[in-house]
């Protein structure tokens, strides 16, 4: 599970999302699309796959963050949820040396992501 979440971290960066709109939501599904795409040079056809998992994930996240019924840790956990399921659904479309690029990237963890804040 740990391994899950290190690999959606390293490919799908997290955005605040406060006040988005919906077309803001798609706008931050295409950029975080753009990103995979470049760094694992996906198809086309991996990328009509993708989009639409994406946009799904951002437009509940966009919901989870705007519920004023949930606690902070509420919706970090379910905003994890929701990252996890569309990892696991995005997971499906690699292909196997797209795989091997992401867990060689897990091993070698880019510089910006040991940054400490």
Do not use: W, Y
Not at 53 to 61: Q, T
Request: proline share 6%; with cysteine.
């Amino acid at each position: 599970m740990k391994t899950a979440l290190i690999v959606s971290l390293a490919l799908f960066p997290c955005f605040g999302f406060a006040g988005t709109s919906p077309t803001t939501t798609v706008s931050e599904a295409n950029r975080e699309l753009a990103v995979m795409t470049t760094k694992l040079k996906l198809s086309p056809s991996q990328q009509n796959k993708i989009r639409p998992i994406l946009v799904s994930e951002f437009a509940k996240r966009k919901s989870i963050e705007d519920n004023t019924t949930l606690s902070d840790k509420q919706k970090h956990d379910q905003i994890g949820t929701a990252h996890r399921a569309a990892c696991q659904q995005i997971k499906t479309v690699f292909t196997p040396e797209q795989m091997a690029q992401i867990d060689e990237g897990m091993k070698h963890p880019s510089p910006t992501s040991s940054t400490s804040k």
